[in-house]
Protein backbone atom coordinates (compact mmCIF):
# COMPACT_ATOMS: atom_id res chain seq x y z
CA UNK A 1 0.00 0.00 0.00
CA UNK A 2 1.16 3.20 -1.01
CA UNK A 3 1.68 6.17 1.40
CA UNK A 4 -0.90 8.51 -0.34
CA UNK A 5 -3.29 4.90 0.20
CA UNK A 6 -2.75 4.86 3.60
CA UNK A 7 -2.85 8.55 4.65
CA UNK A 8 -6.46 8.31 2.84
CA UNK A 9 -7.33 5.39 4.76
CA UNK A 10 -6.25 6.81 7.80
CA UNK A 11 -8.26 10.41 7.48
CA UNK A 12 -11.67 8.30 6.42
CA UNK A 13 -11.20 6.20 9.80
CA UNK A 14 -10.92 9.11 11.79
CA UNK A 15 -14.49 10.57 10.21
CA UNK A 16 -15.92 7.58 10.49
CA UNK A 17 -15.18 7.23 14.44
CA UNK A 18 -15.86 10.84 14.66
CA UNK A 19 -19.23 10.68 13.08
CA UNK A 20 -20.09 7.40 15.00
CA UNK A 21 -19.02 8.98 18.43
CA UNK A 22 -21.05 12.24 17.70
CA UNK A 23 -17.69 14.51 17.70
CA UNK A 24 -17.22 16.65 14.98
CA UNK A 25 -14.30 15.84 12.59
CA UNK A 26 -11.50 18.29 13.57
CA UNK A 27 -11.06 20.41 10.29
CA UNK A 28 -7.68 20.83 8.81
CA UNK A 29 -5.80 24.57 9.51
CA UNK A 30 -6.53 25.42 5.59
CA UNK A 31 -9.81 24.56 5.26
CA UNK A 32 -10.88 26.63 8.80
CA UNK A 33 -8.78 29.70 7.33
CA UNK A 34 -10.99 29.56 3.89
CA UNK A 35 -14.15 29.41 6.31
CA UNK A 36 -13.03 32.41 8.13
CA UNK A 37 -12.47 34.42 5.10
CA UNK A 38 -15.60 33.55 3.53
CA UNK A 39 -17.74 34.48 6.64
CA UNK A 40 -16.11 37.72 7.21
CA UNK A 41 -16.64 38.54 3.29
CA UNK A 42 -20.01 38.53 3.91
CA UNK A 43 -19.98 40.30 7.23
CA UNK A 44 -18.96 43.11 5.09
CA UNK A 45 -20.83 42.92 2.08
CA UNK A 46 -23.99 42.84 4.44
CA UNK A 47 -22.30 46.22 6.61
CA UNK A 48 -21.96 47.81 2.97
CA UNK A 49 -25.30 47.07 1.89
CA UNK A 50 -26.93 48.55 5.17
CA UNK A 51 -24.54 51.76 4.56
CA UNK A 52 -25.92 52.13 0.30
CA UNK A 53 -29.25 51.49 1.63
CA UNK A 54 -28.57 54.25 4.50
CA UNK A 55 -26.90 57.04 2.24
CA UNK A 56 -29.70 56.08 -0.53
CA UNK A 57 -32.68 57.09 1.73
CA UNK A 58 -30.49 60.22 2.83
CA UNK A 59 -30.59 61.27 -0.47
CA UNK A 60 -33.95 61.08 -1.50
CA UNK A 61 -35.18 62.52 1.78
CA UNK A 62 -32.35 65.20 1.16
CA UNK A 63 -34.23 68.66 -0.34
CA UNK A 64 -33.27 69.26 -4.10
CA UNK A 65 -29.83 71.66 -4.27
CA UNK A 66 -30.82 74.76 -6.71
CA UNK A 67 -27.98 75.89 -9.03
CA UNK A 68 -27.12 79.82 -9.13
CA UNK A 69 -28.75 80.11 -12.84
CA UNK A 70 -32.29 78.32 -11.50
CA UNK A 71 -31.98 80.63 -9.23
CA UNK A 72 -31.76 83.66 -10.79
CA UNK A 73 -34.46 82.34 -13.26
CA UNK A 74 -37.08 82.51 -10.33
CA UNK A 75 -36.11 85.81 -9.10
CA UNK A 76 -35.82 87.22 -12.76
CA UNK A 77 -38.92 85.64 -13.22
CA UNK A 78 -40.99 86.70 -9.85
CA UNK A 79 -40.11 89.96 -10.36
CA UNK A 80 -41.07 90.41 -13.75
CA UNK A 81 -44.44 89.73 -12.97
CA UNK A 82 -44.68 91.59 -10.20
CA UNK A 83 -42.90 94.78 -12.08
CA UNK A 84 -41.20 95.60 -9.07
CA UNK A 85 -37.73 96.78 -8.32
CA UNK A 86 -36.92 97.45 -12.34
CA UNK A 87 -33.01 98.55 -11.61
CA UNK A 88 -32.89 94.55 -9.88
CA UNK A 89 -34.94 93.61 -12.55
CA UNK A 90 -32.53 94.73 -15.58
CA UNK A 91 -29.12 93.63 -13.49
CA UNK A 92 -30.37 90.14 -13.11
CA UNK A 93 -31.79 90.27 -17.08
CA UNK A 94 -28.32 91.13 -17.63
CA UNK A 95 -26.73 88.38 -15.55
CA UNK A 96 -28.54 85.78 -17.71
CA UNK A 97 -27.38 87.71 -21.13
CA UNK A 98 -23.89 86.98 -19.98
CA UNK A 99 -24.69 83.74 -19.14
CA UNK A 100 -25.85 82.63 -22.47
CA UNK A 101 -24.05 85.26 -25.06
CA UNK A 102 -22.03 82.04 -25.98
CA UNK A 103 -25.03 81.18 -27.88
CA UNK A 104 -25.46 84.43 -29.42
CA UNK A 105 -21.44 84.09 -30.80
CA UNK A 106 -22.15 80.58 -31.61
CA UNK A 107 -24.65 81.10 -34.38
CA UNK A 108 -23.38 84.44 -35.33
CA UNK A 109 -19.78 82.02 -36.54
CA UNK A 110 -21.75 79.41 -37.91
CA UNK A 111 -23.98 81.88 -40.50
CA UNK A 112 -20.96 83.49 -41.62
CA UNK A 113 -19.62 80.77 -43.08
CA UNK A 114 -22.50 80.80 -45.51
CA UNK A 115 -22.67 84.60 -46.33
CA UNK A 116 -20.33 86.94 -48.26
CA UNK A 117 -17.58 88.89 -47.00
CA UNK A 118 -18.95 91.74 -47.00
CA UNK A 119 -21.13 91.21 -43.94
CA UNK A 120 -19.59 91.83 -40.52
CA UNK A 121 -19.52 89.08 -37.71
CA UNK A 122 -20.39 92.05 -35.47
CA UNK A 123 -23.44 92.80 -36.94
CA UNK A 124 -25.08 89.78 -36.75
CA UNK A 125 -23.77 89.17 -33.02
CA UNK A 126 -25.75 92.68 -32.56
CA UNK A 127 -28.85 91.47 -34.60
CA UNK A 128 -28.74 88.04 -32.30
CA UNK A 129 -28.26 89.75 -29.09
CA UNK A 130 -31.81 91.68 -29.58
CA UNK A 131 -33.09 88.05 -29.89
CA UNK A 132 -31.70 86.47 -27.21
CA UNK A 133 -33.23 89.52 -25.19
CA UNK A 134 -36.17 88.91 -26.87
CA UNK A 135 -36.27 85.10 -25.62
CA UNK A 136 -35.03 85.72 -21.87
CA UNK A 137 -37.94 88.37 -21.29
CA UNK A 138 -40.89 85.41 -23.18
CA UNK A 139 -39.22 82.45 -21.49
CA UNK A 140 -41.33 80.25 -19.27
CA UNK A 141 -39.02 77.64 -17.21
CA UNK A 142 -42.25 75.82 -15.64
CA UNK A 143 -42.43 74.64 -18.98
CA UNK A 144 -39.67 71.92 -18.50
CA UNK A 145 -37.94 73.19 -21.86
CA UNK A 146 -34.19 74.05 -21.93
CA UNK A 147 -33.80 77.53 -22.90
CA UNK A 148 -30.75 76.92 -24.78
CA UNK A 149 -32.77 74.66 -27.31
CA UNK A 150 -35.57 77.84 -26.92
CA UNK A 151 -32.56 80.45 -27.43
CA UNK A 152 -31.24 79.36 -30.46
CA UNK A 153 -34.36 79.68 -32.72
CA UNK A 154 -34.98 82.89 -31.47
CA UNK A 155 -31.04 83.97 -31.97
CA UNK A 156 -31.31 82.69 -35.69
CA UNK A 157 -34.39 84.26 -36.48
CA UNK A 158 -33.25 87.70 -34.99
CA UNK A 159 -30.27 87.06 -37.40
CA UNK A 160 -31.69 86.48 -40.27
CA UNK A 161 -34.68 89.55 -39.98
CA UNK A 162 -31.11 91.82 -40.15
CA UNK A 163 -30.17 90.23 -42.92
CA UNK A 164 -33.06 90.88 -44.93
CA UNK A 165 -33.56 93.94 -43.62
CA UNK A 166 -29.76 94.85 -45.66
CA UNK A 167 -30.70 93.31 -48.69
CA UNK A 168 -32.55 95.69 -50.94
CA UNK A 169 -34.06 93.02 -53.23
CA UNK A 170 -37.51 91.91 -51.75
CA UNK A 171 -38.18 88.46 -50.17
CA UNK A 172 -40.31 87.49 -52.75
CA UNK A 173 -38.22 87.99 -55.61
CA UNK A 174 -35.77 86.00 -54.03
CA UNK A 175 -37.67 83.08 -53.77
CA UNK A 176 -38.80 83.63 -57.06
CA UNK A 177 -35.22 83.95 -58.39
CA UNK A 178 -34.35 81.15 -56.44
CA UNK A 179 -37.18 78.81 -58.53
CA UNK A 180 -35.82 79.65 -61.16
CA UNK A 181 -32.17 78.98 -60.63
CA UNK A 182 -33.52 75.39 -59.35
CA UNK A 183 -35.30 74.80 -62.66
CA UNK A 184 -32.39 75.72 -64.45
CA UNK A 185 -29.58 73.72 -62.72
CA UNK A 186 -32.21 70.70 -63.32
CA UNK A 187 -32.56 70.97 -66.97
CA UNK A 188 -28.82 71.42 -67.01
CA UNK A 189 -28.30 67.94 -65.47
CA UNK A 190 -30.54 66.48 -67.89
CA UNK A 191 -29.20 68.26 -70.61
CA UNK A 192 -25.82 68.19 -70.42
CA UNK A 193 -25.85 71.29 -71.39
CA UNK A 194 -26.82 75.17 -70.36
CA UNK A 195 -30.58 75.74 -70.81
CA UNK A 196 -31.87 78.36 -73.28
CA UNK A 197 -34.24 81.23 -71.57
CA UNK A 198 -36.97 79.67 -73.41
CA UNK A 199 -36.62 75.80 -72.49
CA UNK A 200 -36.68 77.56 -68.48
CA UNK A 201 -40.07 79.41 -69.39
CA UNK A 202 -41.06 76.39 -70.65
CA UNK A 203 -40.42 74.21 -67.41
CA UNK A 204 -41.29 77.13 -65.31
CA UNK A 205 -45.02 77.67 -66.16
CA UNK A 206 -44.89 81.33 -66.13
CA UNK A 207 -45.82 83.90 -68.89
CA UNK A 208 -43.14 85.39 -71.01
CA UNK A 209 -43.91 88.44 -69.04
CA UNK A 210 -43.42 86.93 -65.60
CA UNK A 211 -40.33 85.04 -66.45
CA UNK A 212 -39.12 88.54 -68.30
CA UNK A 213 -39.69 90.55 -64.66
CA UNK A 214 -37.69 87.38 -62.73
CA UNK A 215 -34.66 87.67 -64.57
CA UNK A 216 -34.33 91.45 -64.90
CA UNK A 217 -34.90 91.78 -60.61
CA UNK A 218 -32.67 88.72 -60.19
CA UNK A 219 -30.15 91.07 -61.51
CA UNK A 220 -30.22 94.22 -59.44
CA UNK A 221 -27.55 96.73 -59.37
CA UNK A 222 -25.16 96.06 -56.36
CA UNK A 223 -22.88 97.72 -53.89
CA UNK A 224 -18.92 96.33 -53.77
CA UNK A 225 -17.17 97.88 -50.82
CA UNK A 226 -13.91 99.33 -52.17
CA UNK A 227 -11.47 98.79 -48.94
CA UNK A 228 -12.82 94.95 -49.47
CA UNK A 229 -9.99 92.59 -49.69
CA UNK A 230 -8.72 91.49 -52.84
CA UNK A 231 -6.35 88.94 -52.25
CA UNK A 232 -3.58 87.81 -49.85
CA UNK A 233 -0.16 88.91 -49.84
CA UNK A 234 2.85 87.88 -47.76
CA UNK A 235 3.36 91.72 -46.75
CA UNK A 236 1.26 92.90 -44.13
CA UNK A 237 -0.63 95.09 -46.44
CA UNK A 238 -3.65 93.42 -47.94
CA UNK A 239 -4.45 94.31 -51.25
CA UNK A 240 -8.33 95.96 -52.06
CA UNK A 241 -10.36 96.02 -54.72
CA UNK A 242 -9.47 100.11 -54.86
CA UNK A 243 -6.09 99.28 -55.32
CA UNK A 244 -7.09 97.02 -58.72
CA UNK A 245 -9.85 98.56 -60.18
CA UNK A 246 -8.49 100.83 -63.51
CA UNK A 247 -10.21 104.35 -63.78
CA UNK A 248 -10.04 104.49 -68.02
CA UNK A 249 -11.83 107.95 -67.32
CA UNK A 250 -8.39 109.41 -65.86
CA UNK A 251 -5.16 110.23 -67.42
CA UNK A 252 -2.43 108.58 -66.28
CA UNK A 253 0.22 111.20 -65.21
CA UNK A 254 3.50 109.20 -66.45
CA UNK A 255 1.78 109.17 -70.50
CA UNK A 256 0.74 113.09 -69.77
CA UNK A 257 4.33 114.43 -68.78
CA UNK A 258 5.86 112.65 -71.99
CA UNK A 259 3.47 113.85 -74.15
CA UNK A 260 4.74 117.46 -72.54
CA UNK A 261 8.15 116.72 -73.33
CA UNK A 262 8.01 115.23 -76.59
CA UNK A 263 5.90 117.78 -77.77
CA UNK A 264 8.98 120.13 -75.93
CA UNK A 265 11.37 118.88 -77.86
CA UNK A 266 9.59 118.64 -80.92
CA UNK A 267 8.96 122.69 -81.32
CA UNK A 268 11.77 123.45 -80.31
CA UNK A 269 13.88 125.88 -82.61
CA UNK A 270 10.64 127.06 -84.08
CA UNK A 271 9.11 130.68 -84.16
CA UNK A 272 5.92 131.31 -83.06
CA UNK A 273 4.35 130.80 -86.31
CA UNK A 274 5.48 127.62 -87.42
CA UNK A 275 4.81 126.31 -83.78
CA UNK A 276 0.93 127.46 -84.14
CA UNK A 277 0.93 125.88 -87.40
CA UNK A 278 1.82 122.82 -85.65
CA UNK A 279 -0.06 123.05 -82.70
CA UNK A 280 -2.93 124.36 -84.37
CA UNK A 281 -2.91 121.60 -87.34
CA UNK A 282 -2.44 118.39 -85.15
CA UNK A 283 -3.52 119.75 -82.20
CA UNK A 284 -6.31 121.84 -82.54
CA UNK A 285 -7.37 119.41 -85.93
CA UNK A 286 -7.67 122.57 -88.25
CA UNK A 287 -7.58 122.81 -91.84
CA UNK A 288 -4.90 124.76 -93.59
CA UNK A 289 -7.04 127.31 -94.87
CA UNK A 290 -8.49 128.13 -91.44
CA UNK A 291 -4.80 128.31 -89.99
CA UNK A 292 -4.34 130.67 -92.90
CA UNK A 293 -7.48 132.90 -92.03
CA UNK A 294 -6.05 133.11 -88.16
CA UNK A 295 -2.32 134.08 -89.09
CA UNK A 296 -3.16 136.24 -92.13
CA UNK A 297 -1.67 133.69 -94.33
CA UNK A 298 -2.34 132.33 -97.61
CA UNK A 299 -3.72 128.76 -97.75
CA UNK A 300 -0.55 127.09 -99.92
CA UNK A 301 2.01 129.41 -97.34
CA UNK A 302 0.60 127.60 -94.86
CA UNK A 303 1.05 124.14 -96.61
CA UNK A 304 4.93 125.62 -97.36
CA UNK A 305 5.42 126.10 -93.90
CA UNK A 306 4.50 122.79 -92.96
CA UNK A 307 6.14 121.04 -95.14
CA UNK A 308 9.52 123.09 -94.40
CA UNK A 309 8.43 122.09 -90.43
CA UNK A 310 8.14 118.84 -91.02
CA UNK A 311 11.28 118.23 -93.06
CA UNK A 312 13.21 120.06 -89.83
CA UNK A 313 11.64 117.47 -87.41
CA UNK A 314 12.39 114.94 -89.10
CA UNK A 315 15.81 115.64 -89.19
CA UNK A 316 16.30 116.50 -85.85
CA UNK A 317 14.34 113.39 -84.23
CA UNK A 318 16.70 111.54 -86.54
CA UNK A 319 19.74 113.08 -84.82
CA UNK A 320 18.17 112.59 -81.39
CA UNK A 321 17.37 108.63 -81.94
CA UNK A 322 19.99 107.49 -79.88
CA UNK A 323 18.68 109.59 -76.72
CA UNK A 324 14.99 108.14 -77.38
Known amino acids: MSRANARA?????????????????????????????????????????????ELTEQVVDAPAQVSPIDATWQAFKTLQASGDNP????????????????IVKFNAERLRMKLPSEVDVDDQNSAGLFGLMDAIKSFEPSRGVK???????????????????MDWVPRLVRSRTAKVERIRKDLQG???????DEEVLAESGLSREDFDKVVKDSRPVGTVSLNRKWFETDSSRDVREIDVIED???ADPLQSVGKADL?????????????????????????????????DLSESRVSQMHSSILARMKAQMQHRMKEL
Not at 87 to 102: A, C, D, M, P, Q
Not at 150 to 165: H, M, N, P, T, W
Not at 190 to 196: I, M, Q
Open 248 to 250: NRQ
Open 87 to 102: VELERLRNVLIENYLH
Open 263 to 295: KLLLTKGLSRAERLIVVLYYYEEMTMKEIGMTL
Open 9 to 53: LKESTVKGVARGSGVPPKRSGRTATSALRLRSAKELADHETEDLV
Open 190 to 196: RLGRKPT
Open 147 to 165: FETFCAQRVKGAIYDELRS
